[in-house]
């Protein structure tokens, strides 16, 4: 299981006859933190012409407001880039700075959806894949095999604790885990162990993104 965001705050912007177009992208998971953010950006562009923005949550909202441009010309085209990206817990805002050269609705919607475009590219595409959080055990003559396993197999250590023993957290995707298992053993002849403890998402690079 698993869906596209985008890891982190991203801006870009632009110029369009003189109006310029302030791209501002992030993850957001609810509607409270949407509004904060949107809240934030107009205290920063106070004196901004408009705000503009579009959001998709995993809950299935879809949010979006032209703010006082004409109806259908700003949030919308912005809407739709989250939508043609398959994006979901992301946020666009554009702030524009109008220019005194009226752009007409299409030119409207092309500035607009070229702005969450570049928003979205500076946050950066990743997947959220559902993983396995897993606990490793293992002597210290076995951690140097063992770190290195890690990564080839698709997994990501999250924590180490060296007592007695050394302790890794680590997470991976459940269809590579198998994979992992058979490596582990192979190496440490079936010295080390390795607890399931639960489910989460991490982010991955998207291939789409590049």
């Known amino acids: 299981m698993e869906y596209r965001t985008v890891r982190d705050l991203g801006t870009d912007e632009f110029t369009e006859k003189r109006s310029r177009f302030i791209g501002h992208c992030r993850p957001v998971t609810t509607e409270e933190q949407a509004q904060r953010f949107l809240e934030d950006l107009r205290a920063r562009y106070w004196d901004a012409s408009h705000n503009v923005y579009a959001y998709i949550l995993r809950s299935g909202v879809q949010r979006f407001s032209d703010d006082g441009e004409p109806q259908g010309t700003g949030g919308v085209p912005m809407l739709e880039v989250l939508r043609k990206g398959g994006l979901t817990d992301v946020m666009v805002v554009a702030t524009r700075y109008f220019g005194g050269i009226l752009l007409g609705g299409g030119g409207l919607v ?17 997947r959220m894949v559902d993983c396995a ?8 003559g076995d951690y140097g095999r063992v770190q290195g396993l890690i990564p080839a197999a698709g997994g990501a ?8 023993r050394v302790t890794l957290q680590l997470h991976i995707p459940p269809e590579a885990l198998p994979g992992l298992t058979a490596r582990l053993a192979d190496a440490t002849g079936g010295r080390c162990t390795l607890t399931e403890e639960g489910r989460d998402f991490f982010p991955f690079d998207d291939p789409a993104d590049g």
């Open 133 to 140: 959080l897993l606990r490793l055990t293992c002597a210290y």
């Open 110 to 126: 092309r500035a607009y959806g070229h702005t969450a475009s570049i928003a979205v590219r500076a946050a950066g595409v990743v």
């Open 157 to 164: 250590v999250d924590a180490s604790d060296f007592t007695d």
